[in-house]
């Protein structure tokens, strides 16, 4: 795993300023400290920071074909790169290395930008082909690796952070109003925007061209469903499943330093752990984090469980309160885009400890929920749009007895009365927001008068109404599935993933993100993944027969850091008061104050308002930290 950055001079004349490029390299360091290289060549200035996992003596970058008319930067793991390779050789190329990113240079020579569509891993990369004075970005299917760029009219920056592109002092460091609204509707931003105006997210499964002719951006992959699914039988999918499983898992060991697993105690990470203890004769090392505290949950005892059954070397680590608060400004410099996750912090925590113990690369098991429908919001959703269709005319009567229940104690049935009349469409944000929350029905009050006018016309709900459209002939479990996988999953769950585990230097991969697995899931029957009350359902039925009966069972928690708890602490409320009252910051430039701190009051009584709270410390860290305005 590796940083990578560059910049590209639009009138192809300029030359790359070197202290530039060294200046963007060392704003990587964290994600690759085990090297470093640059090429540079008149409008054009490719820089890399290396973390070694193949080929530890002869994988430097930038890394060029024979005569060195193709150059690349590249950042992931390619799983099907060996049986490229060996394609490639038997028709002539020539090798000087045994890496993955070797095969990326001369399967463009044969291919072009179509190179991408061989590619099997989790990939951004930058090529220049000096014949053409071209240059190409790509990312991978799913959005495992990121990649940042900026068109200043008079140069195309791109990095695998957004601090690499502010070394820049061309770019300017405004804030992306639009983008703050979106962040309160979702917690996250989904999309190609960022928090800084002009900065963009290269899509998933798209490439960037740049050259004399212009820029273009073009899609090269999507996850389709299948209208008549091929899978008929259950018993059928499931072997079919399993030995699927069973051959990403073993791809994504592949490795030339020691690979670890990320124990949550859940059936993902459990089954990921399954089959890697099949392809290796030596134990695992796994890793897990705690909350100390009768009153908190705690995953340890199910990993605990998981370890034993497959013979670990295990590691445990907790995480206070102090932790938790003394990381957040260093979680914001590293996530760089607002996104509300609090587990973030656990992760760099436990990642942290897979480090220190020498492990360099973990497995996890994210993605099982978005490809095989494990949320329990899917199931309550579904069984919701049942009931509203059941009811037809009469829809006033369910609302008023979802509104009955809610006040008799269902806290849940009081939430989803306020969703009988709109459609799923128009209610359904992302896997964590529904209408529910508070922000939805209250940020605009917090926002200045003037930003309130800006505003104005604005749908913060766009992204997902555009997705929704998008899939709008599919059942209602495949359009949240949809919707989530291309916003949720890259935007929220593999941000996390790749920023929290790069600052520790800490290489994560996700077999069941294996685009084939999604593919094999699309193809599914709605009722194979979610039947009933039970989710996930062919995921389990594949991984019944070899993990504890406890986990399989056990009811889906998420990784649940008591942060509500925490925020609540004295030193926690002095910290959010003194960060998010303060004047002449961009933040205060968009919010009402006297609304902020009666927000804030109202936190301090109760633990209601947690997850906007949190929100608003993370914005008023941001813009300290970026210095925005």
């Not at 259950?234 to 670890?260: N, Q, W, Y």
């Not at 593999?494 to 585990?501: G, N």
Request: charged residues 25%; contains cysteine.
């Amino acid at each position: 795993m590796c940083g990578i950055c560059g910049k590209l001079s639009l009138d192809f004349q300029e030359p790359m300023n070197p202290g530039l490029l060294r200046q963007m390299m060392d704003l990587l360091h964290h994600r690759g400290p085990d090297g470093s290289g640059e090429y540079l060549s008149g409008p054009i200035g490719l820089g890399h920071r290396r973390l070694s996992i193949i080929d530890l003596n002869t994988g430097d970058q930038p890394m060029s074909n024979e005569d060195g008319t193709v150059w690349i930067v590249y950042n992931g793991e390619i799983y099907n790169f060996q049986e490229l390779r060996t394609g490639l050789q038997s028709r002539g190329h020539k090798f000087k290395s045994t890496t993955d990113t070797e095969v990326i240079v001369h399967l463009y020579e044969e291919l072009g930008v179509e190179c991408v569509t061989q590619l099997r891993g989790m990939f951004a990369f930058a090529l220049w082909d000096v014949r053409k004075k071209s240059l190409l970005f790509a990312r991978d299917r799913v959005g495992i690796k990121p990649l940042y760029y900026i068109n200043t009219g008079k140069a195309l920056l791109f990095a695998s952070e957004i601090k690499a592109l502010l070394a820049d002092t061309s770019v300017a460091r405004r804030m992306n109003g639009r983008a703050l609204d979106r962040f309160l509707t979702y917690g996250y931003l989904p999309g190609s925007e960022t928090l800084f105006e002009g900065i963009t997210k290269l899509d998933p499964g798209h490439y960037l061209t740049a050259c004399a002719d212009g820029i273009a951006v073009q899609q090269y992959w999507d996850l389709r469903f299948e209208s008549s699914p091929r899978w008929k039988n259950f018993d059928v999918a499931t072997d079919a499943l399993r030995e699927l499983l069973r051959c990403a898992v073993k791809d994504h060991m592949i490795s030339d330093v020691p690979v670890g697993v990320l124990l949550s105690g859940g059936v993902d990470s459990t089954g990921v752990l399954r089959f890697a203890s099949e392809e290796t004769g030596n134990p695992i090392h796994t890793f897990t984090m705690g909350f100390n505290g009768a009153e908190f949950a705690d995953e340890r005892p199910y990993a605990r469980l998981a370890s034993q059954r497959y013979g670990t070397l295990h590691h445990e680590t907790t995480m206070s309160a102090e932790d938790f608060r003394d990381f957040l400004p260093k979680y914001v410099w590293h996530m760089e885009e607002p996104v509300f996750e609090p587990p973030a912090i656990a992760l760099y925590y436990v990642t942290r400890l897979a480090r220190e113990t020498g492990v360099k690369v973990l497995l996890s098991g994210e993605g099982g929920d978005e490809a095989f429908g494990g949320y329990q919001n899917y199931r309550n959703l579904l069984f919701l749009e049942r009931l509203k269709s059941a009811f037809g005319p009469a829809k006033g009567l369910l609302r008023f007895g979802l509104k009955f229940f809610g006040q008799a104690g269902w806290g849940r049935a009081g939430k989803y009365h306020a969703l009988v009349d709109p459609s799923l469409k128009e209610y359904y944000l992302s896997r964590t927001e529904t209408p529910f929350t508070a922000f939805n029905r209250f940020r605009h009050s917090l926002y200045a008068n003037c930003f309130s006018d800006y505003l104005a016309g604005q749908d913060s709900n766009k992204p997902t109404h555009d997705m929704f459209e998008h899939v709008k002939g599919e059942s209602d479990l495949n359009r949240m599935l949809y919707v989530d996988t291309k916003s949720w999953l890259p935007d929220d769950l593999l941000v996390k993933a790749d920023k929290m585990t790069m600052a520790t230097s800490v290489e994560l991969r996700v077999p069941l993100l294996d685009f084939r697995v999604l593919e094999f899931a699309a193809s599914l029957p709605s009722h194979f993944k979610v039947r009933g009350w039970e989710t996930k359902r062919i995921l389990k039925a594949a991984l019944e027969d070899s993990i504890p009966k406890e986990i399989i069972n056990r009811k889906k928690t998420g990784f649940p850091v008591p942060y509500k708890k925490w925020l609540c602490s004295k030193d926690m409320t002095d910290f959010i008061t003194d960060t998010t009252l303060v004047k002449n910051t961009s933040f205060s430039s968009y919010f009402r104050m006297d609304k902020v701190r009666d927000l804030l009051e109202a936190h301090k009584r109760s633990e209601a308002y947690s997850k906007e709270i949190f929100c608003l410390l993370v914005l008023g860290l941001w813009s300290q930290a970026f210095k925005t305005n």
